[in-house]
């Protein structure tokens, strides 16, 4: 089992900066992908993007690529979503998710277990 708690969120105007951890129980972290789903008001949960269990693969939707960098640091248990460049359709609940597979899931519903979720929230 792998316990999850997300944190970093915030307000931010519009270009901003945001770093969001997700620190993970558990002795088998590094035996997880771990992935990013966010959910804005009225709309279904978005899948942002992933990462491998060692870190070397990563995957993002278009609309985040190149402005969102997942990382991970396995010794700590936590992984990161560095949110540069932020847009007000970026403003959603974000919440990390694990997944215990040696590839890149890259499907939400393919997560096993996920965390309660953080408000980011981008002004224009």
């Known amino acids: 089992q792998v316990q999850l708690v997300e944190s970093g969120g915030g307000l931010v105007q519009a270009g901003g900066s945001l770093r969001l951890p997700c620190a993970a129980s558990?002795?088998?972290?590094?035996?997880?992908?771990m992935g990013w789903v966010r959910q804005a008001p009225g709309k279904e949960g978005e899948f942002v993007g992933a990462?491998?269990?060692?870190?070397?693969?990563?995957y993002y939707i278009g609309s985040v690529k190149g402005r969102f960098t997942i990382s991970r640091d396995n010794a700590k248990n936590t992984v990161y979503l560095q949110m540069n460049s932020l847009e007000p359709e970026d403003t959603a609940v974000y919440s990390c998710?694990?997944?215990?597979?040696?590839?890149?899931?890259?499907?939400?519903?393919?997560?096993?277990?996920w965390g309660q979720g953080t408000q980011v929230t981008v002004s224009s």
């Open positions: 998710a694990a997944a215990r597979s040696l590839l890149l899931p890259k499907n939400k519903v393919e997560y096993e277990y």
């Open positions: 558990g002795r088998t972290f590094n035996r997880y992908a």
């Open positions: 990462i491998s269990w060692s870190g070397t693969s990563t």
